[in-house]
Each structure stands twice: as structure tokens, then as C-alpha cells.
């Protein structure tokens, strides 16, 4: 089992340009999370998916970011257009609902938007 | 509502010492808890949990918690720190009256001296 795999491990980008973040969830989880990673806010949830539906997106800072799960395993987490202010580590982290409660978290994505 | 409350945002430790991280918690049910752990430029992984079996927790690399009602506490020990234990610490809440959200401390950033 290769675990959480997201994609890519840095991006540096330019105000302005869209951002895709990308996350491969563990085979046979069907709990997927988007997490940000600040030094002033720690971790905060932006949305999570069950059965590659979203549940709940209240923690999505504003109209420039959107996610979405096409299929059961995978999900891009967008920005557009990107700020300084989103530069973070983006984590996402999958579970199964049957029982177990350990979340497996990625290596993460560390934005900087310059 | 839930929140958990890390009693020290940092924590100096020398090495072959017990190491003691503080976690206080807040929950309308009875919760899960967890402490994840997170080294420099990596992802969170899962220590230990609880959830509603026994009190005492034993984890991973010989880490462990205790559960305590009475005292809304859930703090993580270890008896001999070593330098691989230098990383940031998170206690993590999670319950049904909370929609099943994981809730994060602040974090404890761990100090092993030589």
C-alpha cells in the first residue's frame, strides 16, 4: 500500500496563476479530506468528500477554490487565481468508514505564490 | 461544539528523559482522540487513538496516552526521549456531535537535546 499519494511535493507559482493540487486516496477509503497547513492558523479543514461526493465545503476560504472527486480514487483541489496569502501546505488524508478511525494523511503539497 | 486546547506550544526535552505533551479537550459526546506527529518537511502520521476501549493508549515508538474523563485530558507520555522524537505534535479531537470533523490542536513542538 502506497499510502496517500498527492502531487506535486512543491509548487511555486505566480500570483494570478491557477493552482491544481492533486491526491490519490488509499484504495477502498471512501472518506477523502482537503486540509491547510498555516503557521497562524495550524490546520484547518476546507472540505471533505464521502463516496466521492462532497459533504461539507465550509471551510473553503472563498469562491477561488473549488475540489472535486471524480471517481474513488481521485481529487484535485483548484485555486483560481492564486494569492500570496494561499501559500500553505495543502494535506489531504483518506479513511474508511467501516469501523476504523485512523486518518492516513499525505506527504502534502507545499504551495508558495510569489 | 468541539476544541482541543495543546498546553504548551513548546516543549525541551534531554535526551533518555520521559517527555510529557499536554492535550485538554472540549466535546458535547463521547469523542475520539488521537495524537499525530509531524517531522520537519513531512506528513502527519497517526501515533496512537482512543476510542471508547481502553484508557490507557499504547502507541507508536513507544509513545502512550491516557484517557481521562474526569479531567477532560488526553496528555501523551513517553518514558526516554530520543533525538528521532524531535517534531511537532498534534492532538486531534473527533465526535458524531461534530459532524465526525477532526478537530486539531495548535500543535507542541518537541525539543531533544543531546
Known amino acids: 500500500d502506497a499510502g496517500v499519494i498527492q502531487s506535486p511535493r512543491h509548487e511555486v507559482t505566480e500570483m494570478g496563476q491557477e493552482v491544481t493540487l492533486r491526491c490519490k486516496p488509499i484504495?477502498?477509503?471512501?472518506?477523502l479530506f482537503w486540509y491547510r497547513q498555516t503557521m497562524m492558523r495550524g490546520l484547518e479543514l476546507l472540505i471533505y468528500?464521502?463516496?466521492?461526493?462532497?459533504?461539507?465545503d465550509s471551510g473553503m476560504p472563498e469562491d477561488r477554490f473549488s475540489a472535486k472527486m471524480p471517481n474513488a480514487s481521485f481529487s484535485t483541489l483548484k485555486i483560481q487565481p492564486s494569492e500570496p496569502r494561499d501559500s500553505a501546505v495543502y494535506f489531504c488524508?483518506?479513511?474508511?468508514?467501516?469501523?476504523?478511525?485512523?486518518?492516513?494523511f499525505g506527504s502534502g503539497t507545499r504551495l508558495t505564490v510569489v | 461544539a468541539q476544541s482541543v486546547t495543546q498546553l504548551d506550544s513548546h516543549v525541551s526535552v534531554s535526551e533518555g528523559t520521559p517527555v510529557l505533551l499536554r492535550c485538554n479537550y472540549s466535546s458535547s459526546y463521547s469523542p475520539s482522540l488521537f495524537w499525530y506527529v509531524q517531522h520537519p518537511n513531512k506528513g502527519l502520521q497517526l501515533l496512537l487513538k482512543y476510542t471508547s476501549a481502553a484508557t490507557l493508549v499504547k502507541g507508536i515508538n513507544g509513545f502512550e496516552a491516557e484517557f481521562k474523563k474526569s479531567e477532560t485530558s488526553f496528555h501523551l507520555t513517553k518514558p526516554s526521549a530520543h533525538m528521532s522524537d524531535a517534531a511537532e505534535y498534534f492532538c486531534?479531537?473527533?465526535?458524531?456531535?461534530?459532524?465526525?470533523?477532526?478537530?486539531f490542536g495548535g500543535g507542541t513542538r518537541v525539543l531533544v537535546k543531546p
Open positions: 468528500f464521502n463516496n466521492n461526493v462532497p459533504i461539507d
Open positions: 486531534v479531537v473527533r465526535s458524531k456531535a461534530a459532524g465526525n470533523k477532526l478537530t
Open positions: 488524508a483518506s479513511r474508511t468508514g467501516r469501523g476504523a478511525y485512523g486518518y492516513t
Open positions: 484504495s477502498g477509503h471512501d472518506y
